[in-house]
């Protein structure tokens, strides 16, 4: 398919709608009552710090709702108000939050359901509205959509545009793009569908493979095997890794995201020489600078002295999973929760460890005084966290809970 011909002819569609419908103040102070919170606000003033009794709150100086998201769920709403009898439609979670997508489902938004594996759209019928979340939607999902008569809005984040920008432009050069993400995440499984050739790595160590691959080659079944499912069609290792371009899931390390990029410029330029590098490797950048400024604040926060660290946000939500990685390796005891009523009751919390499955852990804060550190992903709303915290507080102020 000509993604990028498709593109142009949607875009000029009537049924397209890729920008708010005017209803922007009523929704503000919809979603400020919402999901805004004044405790949060209190511990922005105080320089991101708050003492109660013995617990003390460090706050990360960058968390939350970022702006594509903020913007994605005010689509929403919007569409919600614009659209007050059409049958409303969403691809897939909104945001991987599940407070705001539970507000949605009471707004009467339906979503796609899955089933085995695969997403189930025979209940949309021409006529309905289908919102496309913030990660976007792939292009096979838009055309379908499009085909059948939908109207369609799609809150896909511009960050998240620009790296199908990208893929378009390695497309273009007959560059193989290989995505530094996860391969089922739905925002990488988009921008694959924009891809003519791909391959998708998870960190560095599949990088690093790959890399050894182009220099000195290997077994090709093996290469296939082991990243099965992350890779387009007939995609085959001894041919598609001459010409490459690096694009990433927007919410992946940073550092990560960089060190592949570099790796793979170095790589290709061993191999070709520095006149053909060119030829060979396409550069990127497109890094959202949300996910970056989460990270940072999060790197700043574990170098104060925090006890414990709490980490709030959906447990398929990509950044907020890689907050909780910086936690981890500064050794830094670390709590992953997808929000406040995780937390109790007593002294005890349900949560999830970095590749695990969720457990409980009873008396998770010690006695005597405590440095709490705080965040929570692009994904959740000031509400949750300033509850959470609020537990927290409760539990400290009463005695007889802590262990
Ligand atoms: S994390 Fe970045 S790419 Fe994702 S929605 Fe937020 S601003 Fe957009």
Not at 169 to 178: E, G, N, R, V, Y
Not at 216 to 242: C, I, Q, T, W
Not at 250 to 262: D, H, N, Q, S
Request: glycine share 8%; net charge negative.
């Amino acid at each position: 398919m000509d993604t990028k011909a498709f593109k142009r002819s949607l875009h000029q569609s009537d049924k397209y709608f890729r920008k708010g419908f005017g209803h922007d103040e009523a929704v503000a102070g919809q979603m400020q009552t919402e999901y805004n919170s004044g405790l949060i606000q209190q511990i922005r003033d105080s320089n991101y710090g708050l003492t109660r009794g013995e617990v003390t709150i460090r706050l990360a100086k960058a968390f939350g709702f970022c702006w594509g998201v903020e913007r994605a769920v005010a689509m929403a709403y919007e569409t919600r108000q614009h659209f007050p009898t059409e049958r409303i439609w969403i691809t897939n979670e909104i945001i991987h939050n599940p407070g705001v997508n539970e507000r949605l489902r009471e707004m009467n938004v339906h979503f796609i359901q899955v089933v085995d594996g695969v997403k189930d759209f025979s209940g949309v019928e021409s006529g309905d509205v289908v919102i496309l979340p913030a990660f976007g939607a792939s292009v096979q999902e838009m055309q379908f959509l499009n085909d059948r008569g939908c109207t369609i809005v799609d809150t896909t984040c511009p960050w998240v545009s620009k790296v199908w920008n990208t893929v378009e432009k390695h497309k273009k050069k007959a560059h193989t793009s290989i995505i530094h993400g996860k391969y089922k995440h739905e925002e990488t499984v988009a921008t694959s569908s924009f891809a003519q050739t791909y391959l998708v790595v998870l960190n560095l160590a599949e990088a690093q493979y790959v890399a050894d691959y182009m220099l000195h080659g290997g077994d090709r079944d093996e290469f296939l095997a082991k990243f099965k499912n992350a890779y387009s069609e007939g995609f085959d290792p001894d041919v598609d890794l001459e010409r490459i371009g690096v694009a990433n899931q927007t919410t992946m390390l940073k550092g990560e995201t960089e060190a592949i990029g570099k790796l793979f410029e170095r790589t290709l330029l061993q191999k070709y020489g520095p006149q053909a590098l060119n030829d060979h490797f396409l550069a990127f950048n497109t890094i959202c600078d949300a996910t970056q400024e989460r990270q940072d604040a999060m790197f700043e926060l574990v170098d104060e002295t925090v006890d414990l660290m709490l980490v709030i946000g959906g447990y398929n939500s990509s950044n907020t999973t890689h907050l909780q990685e910086i936690a981890i390796e500064r050794g830094i005891p670390s709590y992953h929760i997808d929000g406040p009523d995780r937390i109790g009751p007593g002294n005890r919390i349900e949560h999830k460890p970095l590749d695990g499955d969720l457990t409980v852990t009873e008396n998770w804060l010690p006695a005597g005084p405590i440095t709490v550190g705080v965040t929570s992903g692009a994904s959740t709303p000031d509400r949750a966290v300033e509850a959470a915290i609020e537990r927290i507080f409760e539990l400290k102020a009463v005695p007889a809970a802590i262990a």
